[in-house]
C-alpha cells in the first residue's frame, strides 16, 4: 500500500540512509560510476585492467584481507594509485549485490574525485601520503 518517504528512498537506494555525509558521497560515486560502465570489481579483472592500462586508479575496501591489500600493493602500486576506502564489502554488496573488496576505476575524473574525498586534511597528513595529484588521468 502506503510508503512513506524514507521506506521508499531506502528501498529504492539500497545503501542505509543512516551513513556520514562523506561515507554517502563515497557510496554515491561508487554507483554513479558503476552506472557509467566505468568501474571494475574483483581481485583478476582489477589486474587485467591495470595490466591494459586502463585502471586509473585501485580501490580497496577497508575489510579486505590483509594478504589482498598486501598483493594489490605490490601488484599495481607503481602503475596506479592504490587507494584506501572506509567503505565495507558489506556496503559495496548492498550496491553491486555481492561481496567486492577491490575495484579499478576506469576513468581520470572519478579517480581525481575519489582521490579527493579520500584525502587526509592538509593538518592530518602523513608523509608520503596520496594527493590528487598522484592519481593517474
Known amino acids: 500500500c502506503c510508503i512513506?518517504?524514507?521506506?521508499y528512498?531506502?528501498?529504492?537506494?539500497?545503501?542505509s540512509l543512516h551513513c556520514s555525509?562523506?561515507?554517502?558521497?563515497?557510496?554515491?560515486?561508487?554507483?554513479?560510476c558503476r552506472k557509467a560502465g566505468k568501474l571494475i570489481c574483483g581481485f583478476d579483472p582489477v589486474g587485467d585492467a591495470v595490466k591494459a592500462g586502463k585502471a586509473?586508479?585501485?580501490l580497496l575496501t577497508r575489510?579486505?584481507?590483509?594478504?589482498?591489500?598486501?598483493?594489490?600493493?605490490f601488484r599495481w602500486a607503481e602503475q596506479v594509485s592504490v587507494l584506501?576506502?572506509?567503505l565495507t564489502m558489506e556496503q559495496l554488496e548492498q550496491c553491486f549485490h555481492r561481496k567486492v573488496a577491490v575495484m579499478a576505476v576506469c576513468d581520470g575524473g572519478f579517480a581525481r574525485r575519489?582521490?579527493?574525498l579520500l584525502e587526509p586534511e592538509e593538518?592530518?597528513?602523513e608523509p608520503g601520503s596520496l594527493t590528487i595529484d598522484d592519481v593517474n588521468p
Do not use: H, M
Open 4 to 7: 512513506s518517504a524514507l521506506g
Open 21 to 32: 555525509s562523506s561515507l554517502q558521497q563515497l557510496l554515491g560515486l561508487v554507483t554513479i
Open 114 to 116: 575519489f582521490a579527493q
Open 56 to 58: 586509473a586508479c585501485v
Open 84 to 86: 584506501d576506502t572506509p
Open 123 to 125: 593538518n592530518n597528513r
Open 9 to 15: 528512498w531506502e528501498w529504492y537506494f539500497p545503501v
Open 63 to 73: 575489510d579486505a584481507s590483509p594478504r589482498t591489500v598486501k598483493e594489490a600493493r
